[in-house]
């Protein structure tokens, strides 16, 4: 294959899901020096047209007021607003105890704590935007099948054979990561024996913006105020239990959420197809390798209670697109060590920090020892009464956690 065959560009994401399209719509927004704008590629292994896209199925995800502030500053808020359901409070308890806060987005001069999207409409409004944009090009599918970074460039080598010369390399391709175990990048892991199951129900009751977060003796219960008075269910169980909720028909698995959740929005009267996923933190140490960054799921994956998921990995999108707009204006290499190391820096403490909440919070309030459970509702009945207490839960909540590039 001659030189002239080899498609060159400057940013390559590999993973097409909500942090690849995200921060490629992101960086196709910046500039050179000279006015000129990046060439993008992104490569993505599933035909993103169906439900069954794993970067866009049926699932709904909370953005924090912090994310949403992040994808207005972006210029992308305008895909997703048509499609969100606002959170105007959170509920927090703790079933069968005294333990419970509350969190309302008046007290914080806010118009809503966060908003709630369906991953298949904010996948359908990317997919668009990444079309529209000229300097964007999509590959689909596509898969990576070698990866040789040198000093200057990264040059990946597809299944189909086409080769690419790129400056900078982003993982964006999940918790089953290629290029991360192609680097050989070390993870923390941590299996919570759980399994999520995620669903759409109806109550009798219209949310009207309120979010529940429950913590039962099997796991933590969410549900999320969606549009059309629907909710978005996340229902952490054991194994054992999974594998039993997923065999009722839908009125013996209402009743059983019934009892798990209780009255708070009167009767469940529909559920919607059930889909379950393994809970498994993958923490990327040290998400950096020569001319490469991972981010999103790639670089951590994490239990789904409170919600940090996604809004950790768009504090990532944010800041890498800072770092990237920031070394243009200087005529920096993009791909340095320089530059993705200073980008590391932003990122570090925030990812650490989000890594270590949402594990204690998922192992505390799993477990049924007498001493726990005294200890975690009394911390929830403190926080109800003192602000001051509630405070980091918030800081989370809203995603105002991290300096943020506004570049």
Not at 97 to 114: I, M, N
Not at 165 to 173: I, N, Y
Not at 242 to 257: H, K, N, P, T, W
Not at 283 to 300: I, K
């Amino acid at each position: 294959m001659s030189q002239s065959d080899v498609r060159q560009v400057d940013v390559t994401l590999v993973g097409g899901g909500m942090s690849g399209a995200v921060l490629a719509l992101s960086l196709a927004a910046l500039l050179r020096s000279d006015g000129s704008p990046l060439e993008i590629l992104l490569l993505e292994a599933s035909v993103p047209e169906q439900h069954t896209h794993s970067g866009f199925d049926a699932r709904a995800i909370a953005l924090s007021a912090g994310t949403c502030d992040a994808l207005l500053r972006r210029g992308l808020w305008p895909l997703f607003a048509p499609h969100c359901a606002p959170i105007t409070q959170i509920h927090v308890s703790d079933r069968g105890h005294f333990g419970q806060a509350r969190l309302s987005a008046a007290e914080y001069g806010l118009p809503a704590l966060g908003q709630v999207i369906e991953l298949a409409a904010a996948g359908h409004e990317l997919q668009r935007a990444m079309a529209a944009s000229p300097n964007i090009r999509v590959c689909c599918p596509a898969r990576v099948s070698e990866i040789a970074p040198d000093e200057e460039k990264v040059t990946l080598t597809l299944e189909s054979g086409e080769q690419i010369e790129t400056r900078l390399l982003v993982a964006a391709d999940g918790g089953n990561s290629f290029v991360r175990q192609h680097f050989k990048l070390p993870v923390t892991r941590h299996d919570f024996e759980q399994h999520a199951i995620i669903a759409t129900v109806k109550t009798a009751q219209d949310p009207e913006g309120r979010a529940f977060e429950r913590f039962t003796e099997g796991g933590p219960l969410a549900l999320l105020p969606m549009q059309e008075g629907l909710s978005s269910l996340v229902w952490s169980v054991g194994q054992q239990e999974v594998d039993e909720l997923m065999a009722l028909d839908e009125g013996a698995f209402l009743a059983r959420l019934q009892q798990a959740f209780g009255w708070r929005l009167g009767r469940f009267e529909r559920c919607g197809v059930r889909n379950v996923y393994p809970l498994i933190l993958t923490a990327c140490d040290y998400p950096l390798a020569q001319r490469t960054v991972l981010v999103g799921n790639a670089a951590h994956a994490l239990h789904p209670i409170a919600g940090q998921g996604f809004n950790l990995g768009m504090r990532d999108l944010d800041l890498l697109t800072g770092a990237v707009a920031k070394a243009l204006a200087e005529g920096e290499d993009i791909g340095s060590f320089k530059v993705l190391n200073g980008y590391w820096q932003l990122r570090q403490r925030d990812q650490a920090q989000t890594v270590w909440l949402t594990s204690s919070l998922a192992q505390l309030f799993s477990n049924g020892l007498d001493p726990l459970v005294a200890g975690r509702n009394l911390a929830l009945t403190l926080m109800g009464r003192l602000p001051c207490l509630k405070a980091p839960l918030a800081s989370r909540t809203l995603g105002f956690v991290a300096d943020v590039c506004g570049n």
